[in-house]
């Protein structure tokens, strides 16, 4: 157990709906960090908060948004779902701004769209 | 932007070294990362370098060097549970840590 906690582990929905997945840094992090890992691809940077405040933003789609929440703990929201979205969404908590000393990352939501 | 290269995979025999090298491209640089993947797994940290040279940890050693845009992870003493996915990943301008596609390397008996 690396102390971040993803949920839920899967999800399997129908394209065009919208689903929340959820992530709890490891205690004491004030950083996280969403991505997105698709079939066989690398890990692609969504987005980062740092104490409730967006910090850093990759290639996140529109139909994307997160928020990190007073106790830290953060949701991505992908809306109007489409095949290509399915993937692996891991959450990875740092203990600073800088994230020295590496990530810490949760085992992630496996997202079918179907 | 930030272009990080290294190889698709890598065979070894169990025991054997490894070397996997990482070169990259980046607009402001703050430290490289290694990280293991296990298919279907989180990543998890291996090793950080922000000043040239080399880092050992144990079985496994990274190398920087910044001018060059080049760094190396070493696995020595291969073991059968090393089979995984090694992941380079740059924090560039921006505090964004940008990952490369990994390196599958497998171990063989």
């Known amino acids: 157990d690396s102390g971040v906690t993803q949920t839920p582990k899967h999800l399997i929905t129908a394209t065009g709906q919208r689903v929340t997945l959820r992530c709890s840094p490891r205690s004491g992090d004030l950083s996280v960090y969403w991505y997105q890992q698709s079939l066989d691809q690398g890990l692609q940077f969504l987005i980062q908060?740092?104490?409730?405040?967006?910090?850093a933003k990759g290639n996140i789609l529109e139909r994307f948004s997160a928020q990190q929440f007073p106790d830290l703990h953060s949701e991505l929201n992908l809306s109007s779902l489409e095949l290509g979205d399915s993937a692996l969404y891991f959450c990875a908590s740092s203990g600073n701004l800088r994230g020295d000393y590496g990530y810490t990352f949760g085992s992630g939501t496996r997202l079918t769209v179907v | 932007g930030q272009n990080i290269d290294q190889p698709t995979e890598m065979t070894a025999t169990e025991g054997a070294i490894v070397q996997i090298n990482c070169t990259y491209q980046t607009s402001g640089f703050n430290g490289l990362f290694w990280y293991q993947q296990h298919a279907g797994e989180a990543p998890t940290f291996l090793s950080y370098n922000v000043l040239d040279g080399l880092e050992e940890k144990g079985r496994f050693s990274s190398f920087l060097s910044r001018s060059k845009g080049y760094s190396y992870l070493l696995l020595k003493e291969l073991q059968m549970k090393d089979s995984a996915s090694y992941l380079c990943a740059v924090r560039g301008a921006g505090n964004k840590l940008t990952f490369g596609g990994g390196t599958r390397v497998l171990v063989k008996p």
């Open positions: 908060y740092y104490n409730g405040e967006e910090r």
